[in-house]
């Protein structure tokens, strides 16, 4: 029998560089806006949250999470002592970031689907494939015909935005595809 995970790409095939630099790319555009509009002081309170959240993050993936949790206080912390004057262009500013790097994941995934050839696969191919594999025909056709399929209703994130976010995204969109060019 083959492997049959021969046709299957996997996460650790696509690259994230291009990712990562457009992440940056939108990050330092938005760093110059944040300190153009909001100064220097709340721009550097910015970046130590942003700082402690990353290393809390980078520390709970690596398996230390009494470091995870340390960091994650100091922060919490940080911003229980901030005024309503300090927290809400702090809040704002990252909601910006989160935006920024969703329309730049949108962007990528855009970017991957476009490079990768598209699999003209039927499930005809796929079940005949299988049994060519050694699966057996009765044991495939209970396991197709006993599948639970549950449907799970979210909003869709078009129908969170405003209008006109939903034009500023795009606009940042285009001018990724852009620079891609």
Do not use: W
């Not at 220097?40 to 949790?69: M, N, Y």
């Not at 994130?157 to 060019?181: C, E, F, G, M």
């Amino acid at each position: 029998m083959t492997d049959s995970t021969d046709d299957y790409t996997f996460a650790e095939d696509y690259s994230l560089a291009p990712l990562i630099d457009d992440c940056s790319l939108l990050g330092s555009l938005l760093d110059d806006c944040l300190k153009s509009e909001v100064g220097t002081e709340l721009f550097h309170k910015v970046e130590r949250i942003r700082s402690l959240a990353q290393c809390a993050a980078q520390l709970a993936s690596k398996h230390d999470p009494g470091a995870s949790r340390m960091l994650s206080q100091r922060m919490a912390d940080e911003l229980m002592n901030m005024s309503l004057d300090e927290a809400m262009p702090l809040t704002r500013a990252l909601g910006h970031y989160l935006n920024l790097t969703s329309i730049a994941e949108l962007h990528h995934r855009v970017r991957r689907a476009r490079n990768e050839p598209k699999n003209p696969k039927s499930c005809d191919e796929t079940f005949e494939r299988l049994i060519t594999e050694g699966v057996d025909p009765d044991d495939l056709y209970h396991e197709v015909t006993h599948q639970t399929v549950e449907i799970v209703l979210t909003a869709h994130p078009t129908q969170v935005n405003r209008r006109t976010l939903q034009y500023k995204h795009s606009k940042i969109a285009a001018l990724l595809q852009q620079h891609d060019r």
